[in-house]
């Protein structure tokens, strides 16, 4: 054990450290500090009262007035404060804010009073600050009946545990606060403890913490500390977050009738969620790992000779010659160049992986020792792996440091991604090495314990918008935090098994991603980790292995697993075939699976201009566009707890099968509209209960009454122009949809220029279609590609 003697020299250099970087860093990720409309005094507890626009306030409370001033944390814009919409009162009851959409009211400070004997021992020391949070129409959304600040030490700093407690109505329902792997089925995070920080190691599968919390009252809470953070959601009649760093409570709230009141106001804090490439919604092809370059070629022409559409090909890891080298392996890719030029030749793009962790015995481990750019220990010594996992691959890069950052960005891009190769897959973003107990250049790991992803995925974000202007960025990443929605990244959960019950976790898991104000999540289609060559299994399963033997061995149940999980990931945001399997493709399970899943690829390429308009509506509204039920159809309260089945846009409801052999599946239909299935366009009523049919070539899907769904030409890539060649009408009421195009790279739409946009308008009682609007995206005039279902 080190003496006290020994750590203190490092640790006062850490928390000095801490001071110039942040400064260093602070126009880059922090918020901007601006006057508060008021910092209240409630005998000792200042309370500091900021507007960000009508709908939102954010709420400062700490024992320091100069903590109660400071500008928000990581991942939140700077230059987003407006308190013109706000206006004061003051009374014998306390302090009122309010706008036009919410009203904020600070209960005047109680009079201080002799504490009973019990309370001599047992009673809170901080001043009470109690408040409530009123929206449009007059009614208590929020009821806020206590903080704390807990003094302790953390990786030998005197700080505080640090929370707020609100009052939990026997009716509210929760949502959000990131990745969380725990459920199987139910969605509602009430009742539930949730340990909200990144950890790869969690037994449910990785978690990822984006401290939003939305509740079905109508608000959402923006928590503003990025350490560790414990929620207790409606236990016991109370809702806390309890942070275990910090010196002040910071959180916002905002206030929304609808999804788009709330996530609009989200991305006005944090940044708003970029259209990706076209490319990002058709097929990615990706393994643990293609081994060379041979390989990479021979899997993109067996797609191109079996006319299955794709999109991007994915180079995993150790394609390096040491973890950190930062280099291509000459002996398995002997030209990067020229492979990437055969690929784009094919219509096709290409994803690399760059791992942020430095061998020590690599070319660059000593330079970035003497520097100072990776994460320290208690001594000063840079970190090497993590001896509870048996790691030895080496120190990890210090994100926090912009010189380290600058750093990373420029020799990945120089020595890796200029090879032709179009975007980076920054993997490790959680990290799998703690911070926890160490150091980074700006404080402890344990302070910042969630902020790696959002520096170092944007550092690459902005370093690619620099490289290539007008061009739009696409990373793949494992983890995130507030505001990572804005990098361009695409996310996954990490590390799964292929299993069924893993399969029934993705679904929740992702709807609460997705709430959580991050739109493009996915995951491994078929799970990533190892999959065993036999099965404890006993039923027949419903696709044949035959031919399947290479690559699952007597696993027989994995190939109908494997088409589940595709048909699945046919309505995610995207669709990415992954593993650590001899073979992934579309044909390595056998051709019952092939038929099946070749299918789904060509539905998926049909839907890409349903797709694309989603995600147009999703920067312009900041509404994720695959989305639990409770946001379409706030009024049913069926729909609270339902996380086996979502919308994926606003016409599709879709209900993945997740059980072996399971050929007929329950599914809600939400009140409130009729419903057609997909399949064979049969129209039911909502707010029931009903037993589908599933066969093995079908995923539980419907359409939603008065929806218009726009499907495309066969295009065997997004490079290739597609035209919109029918338009799928399924009456009931009127409807209306707005079809977005462009070209698919460029930043122009940021500009407001490059793109054609029709809306498209259903007239139910006439039975007729109307367009306003480019008819670029159409084969035909939209009205002659008018298919009614139903009829």
């Known amino acids: 054990m080190l003496s006290s003697r020994k750590r203190k020299p490092f640790l006062r250099a850490a928390l000095a450290g801490f001071v110039s970087a942040l400064a260093l860093t602070a126009t880059l990720t922090t918020g901007a500090k601006a006057d508060p409309i008021a910092v209240l005094d409630r005998y000792g507890a200042f309370v500091s009262v900021e507007g960000y626009g009508a709908n939102v306030v954010r709420v400062t409370i700490a024992t320091e007035k100069d903590q109660a001033l400071k500008g928000p944390g990581y991942g939140l814009l700077p230059g987003a404060v407006d308190n013109s919409g706000f206006h004061r009162t003051s009374d014998q009851g306390g302090d009122s804010f309010a706008s036009s959409a919410l009203t904020l009211h600070v209960d005047a400070a109680k009079a201080p009073r002799v504490p009973s004997t019990m309370e001599k021992y047992f009673a809170p020391q901080l001043p009470p600050v109690t408040l409530q949070v009123k929206n449009a129409r007059g009614e208590v959304v929020l009821n806020m009946d206590g903080w704390s600040m807990a003094p302790h030490t953390v990786a030998g700093e005197k700080t505080y545990q640090v929370g707020a407690s609100f009052k939990s109505p026997a009716d509210e329902h929760y949502y959000g606060m990131g990745q969380n792997q725990q459920s199987v089925g139910p969605l509602d995070l009430r009742g539930r403890t949730l340990d909200c920080k990144h950890w790869y190691d969690a037994p449910g599968g990785e978690t990822v913490c984006v401290p939003v919390l939305v509740s079905s009252k109508g608000y959402a809470i923006v928590w503003d500390n990025p350490a560790e953070t414990v929620l207790n959601a409606g236990i016991n009649g109370a809702t806390s977050l309890t942070s275990s760093v910090g010196e002040r409570v910071s959180f916002f709230v905002i206030t929304g009738d609808t999804p788009a009141d709330i996530y609009g106001a989200y991305a006005r804090l944090t940044g708003k969620t970029p259209i990706p490439p076209k490319a990002a919604f058709g097929l990615i092809q990706s393994k643990a790992r293609y081994d060379s370059q041979d390989e990479i070629l021979r899997v993109a022409k067996t797609y191109r000779q079996k006319k299955y559409p794709l999109d991007i090909m994915v180079i995993d890891w150790f394609y390096w010659t040491r973890m950190g080298q930062l280099d291509i392996n000459p002996a398995e890719f002997p030209n990067p160049d020229a492979m990437n030029q055969d690929l784009h030749a094919m219509g096709m793009q290409s994803i690399i992986s760059i791992w942020p962790r430095f061998e020590t015995s690599g070319r660059y481990f000593n330079e970035l020792d003497a520097k100072g750019y990776l994460l320290k220990d208690e001594d000063g010594r840079s970190v090497d792996g993590l001896p509870f996992r048996s790691d030895r691959t080496g120190g990890l890069i210090d994100v926090t440091n912009p010189d380290a950052r600058k750093w990373f960005w420029e020799h990945a891009r120089d020595n890796v991604l200029s090879h032709g190769f179009d975007y980076p897959w920054l993997d490790e973003t959680e990290p799998d090495l703690v911070p926890d107990g160490f150091f980074y250049s700006i404080g402890s790991g344990d302070r910042y314990h969630n902020v790696f992803p959002l520096l170092h995925v944007e550092n690459a974000s902005q370093g690619l918008r620099a490289w290539r202007p007008n061009r739009r960025p696409l990373i793949l990443s494992r983890a995130a935090y507030l505001g990572s929605q804005r990098t361009g990244a695409l996310f996954w959960s990490s590390d799964i098994s292929p299993q069924w019950e893993v399969l029934a976790r993705q679904i929740p898991t992702g709807l609460n991603m997705t709430a959580s104000g991050i739109a493009y999540w996915g995951n491994d289609i078929g799970g990533w980790q190892y999959l065993p060559q036999t099965t404890s299994y006993t039923g027949t399963p419903l696709v044949s292995p035959a031919g399947a033997e290479e690559t699952v061995g007597q696993n027989h149940d994995y190939p109908e697993l494997m088409v589940r999980w595709f048909q699945y990931g046919t309505f995610l945001p995207t669709l990415r075939l992954h593993g650590d399997r001899k073979h992934t493709e579309i044909w ?7 038929a099946i899943m070749a299918r789904y690829d060509t539905l998926r390429y049909a839907l890409v201009p349903y797709l694309y308009a989603q995600a147009k509506a999703t920067y312009d509204t900041g509404v994720p566009f695959m989305r639990a039920l409770w946001m379409d159809f706030p009024h049913d309260p069926t729909v609270a707890d339902i996380g086996t089945e979502y919308m994926f846009g606003p016409a599709f409801l879709v209900a993945p099968v997740t059980e072996p052999g399971q050929t007929r599946k329950q599914v809600y239909l939400p009140a409130g509209t009729d419903w057609y299935n997909y399949w064979t366009n049969e129209k039911l009523a909502g707010g029931q209960w009903v037993t589908v049919a599933s066969p093995i070539d079908q995923i539980p899907l419907f359409v939603r009454a008065g929806s218009i769904l726009p499907l495309g030409s066969a295009v065997q890539s997004t490079a290739e122009k597609q035209k919109i060649v029918a338009l799928k009408v399924y009456p009931g009421r ?58």
Do not use: C, I, N
Not at 746 to 758: H, I, P, Q, R, V
Not at 763 to 788: N, W
């Open 588 to 594: 390595a399970f056998g051709p019952e699976a092939e």
């Open 734 to 791: 009127d409807a209306s949809f707005t079809v977005y195009d462009d070209d698919g790279l460029s930043l122009d739409y940021e500009k407001g220029k490059g793109g054609a946009t029709a809306t498209l308008h259903w007239d139910d009682h006439a039975g007729k279609l109307t367009a306003d609007g480019s008819r670029e995206p159409f084969a035909k005039a939209p009205a002659d590609l008018v298919q009614v279902m139903g009829h």
